[in-house]
């Protein structure tokens, strides 16, 4: 009987250590497990970053790009204004003065171009032309007592910058 109870105490034994191999196992598993997820969501975390920051990046320099391009846009325009030909520039300048030929004590100022034509067609309307002046290179100034009409083409540019930038924006970038 003896040896009876010993294969008894041996089979508990097994049993117990099985049991305890099988827990150990369960708890290195989920060790592992866990260690694993832990990685993997650092992981994502680093990958979800770097793309991000990829993302980020790319519309930065988008972004630049497209600053660039309508920096170029406005000098060609700038530049189309200045090369713009006589009987133009004396049409445009026409058509802003002869607005004020009703008015009284009007006051002209314009710079060199096309200033001998747009001094006659000033004076036909009855306003005084000033001398010419190198403050700017086109456009006129309409000065109608203390009120001032500023139409110098560089400075409307300047002053519809942002305007402009939108509108070019849109005609170039439309997405």
């Known amino acids: 009987m003896l040896g009876k109870e010993a294969e008894l105490i041996i089979a508990k034994a097994e049993e117990e250590a099985k049991q305890i191999e099988k827990e150990n196992a369960s708890k290195a598993s989920k060790q592992a497990e866990e260690q694993f997820e832990t990685?993997?969501?650092?992981?994502?975390?680093?990958?979800?970053?770097?793309?991000?920051?990829?993302?980020?990046?790319?519309?930065?320099?988008?972004?630049?790009?497209?600053?660039?391009?309508?920096?170029?846009?406005?000098?060609?325009?700038?530049?189309?204004?200045?090369?713009?030909?006589?009987?133009?520039?004396?049409?445009?300048?026409?058509?802003?003065?002869?607005?004020?030929?009703?008015?009284?004590n009007v006051e002209i100022l314009l710079p060199k171009k096309g200033y001998k034509e747009i001094k006659e067609i000033a004076t036909s309307y009855g306003m005084t032309v000033l001398e010419e002046t190198d403050d700017f290179e086109a456009g006129v100034i309409v000065k109608c007592g203390n009120i001032e009409y500023n139409y110098d083409f560089e400075e409307n540019m300047e002053c519809m910058k942002e305007e402009i930038e939108k509108e070019i924006d849109t005609i170039l970038f439309k997405n």
């Open 39 to 104: 990685i993997k969501l650092k992981i994502t975390r680093n990958a979800s970053a770097e793309v991000e920051k990829a993302e980020f990046e790319a519309r930065s320099a988008e972004m630049i790009e497209k600053k660039r391009i309508i920096e170029i846009v406005k000098e060609k325009v700038k530049q189309k204004i200045k090369d713009i030909d006589d009987t133009q520039y004396i049409k445009i300048i026409d058509e802003k003065i002869s607005k004020y030929k009703e008015e009284k």
